[in-house]
């Protein structure tokens, strides 16, 4: 009998949020933190990060941008266990043009996402790494159109993507090549 095992698998989870309910709400916090340049450079090369909130004032946002959301992908990951989830914090990345994020991870909390609440067109997509770094310089990837054998994944970002993924992910967003603003939600999740 043959079996086949999928191991050191990353599943990256995207979701669709409508991003006029939100959008007034992130983009007021990201004027009073550059008013007050209460700023922060972790993975931006240019650009604007706020530093990280802890908390958040919104219960609707909470539920729907944070805590929903990763429920959904946790099932995903395990669907026999309730969990219980609190968001650690969150952080509003501004970039402008030529501006990108550097590879990274978000090391020390269990779930990460991203919810983008400015995307426009070759504003640079979100990337994801292989942390096995063999994977780049592997040549099966030449015959093989299969996610096993990928170094890198693509993904072109819209306005109210939200992709979350296990914080340990390695990922970095292209330098946006557009005119206009690319901003989006960073956050981490902690299971308690």
């Known amino acids: 009998m043959s079996e086949v095992l999928d191991i050191f698998k990353t599943t990256i989870f995207k979701t669709k949020i409508d991003i006029n309910l939100y959008k007034d709400y992130f983009l007021t916090i990201l004027k009073d933190y550059k008013k007050f340049n209460f ?11 706020t530093n990280p909130i802890d908390s958040i004032n919104n219960q609707d946002i909470l539920n729907n941008i944070f ?9 995903h990951l ?3 266990k309730e969990l219980n989830l609190k968001l650690s914090s969150f952080w509003i990345n501004s970039n402008n043009k030529n501006d990108y994020n550097l590879l990274h991870n978000h090391h020390g909390a269990n779930i990460s996402g991203v919810f983008y609440i ?3 067109k070759l504003s640079g997509r979100l990337v994801f790494q292989n942390a096995d770094m063999t ?58």
Not at 67 to 75: A, G, M, R, S, V
Not at 155 to 180: I, Q, W
């Open 39 to 49: 700023g922060n450079q972790i993975s931006n090369i240019g650009g604007f990060q």
């Open 67 to 75: 805590l929903n959301p990763t429920k959904e992908y946790i099932k």
């Open 78 to 80: 395990n669907p026999k």
């Open 118 to 120: 400015k995307a426009p």
């Open 135 to 192: 994977k780049r310089y592997g040549n099966n990837f030449d015959f093989f159109d299969n996610p096993n054998f990928s170094s890198i994944y693509f993904s072109n970002v819209e306005e109210g993507d939200l992709y979350l993924f296990t914080s340990e992910t390695l990922h970095y967003v292209e330098a946006n090549r557009s005119e206009e603003e690319r901003i989006s939600v960073a956050f981490n999740i902690n299971i308690t």
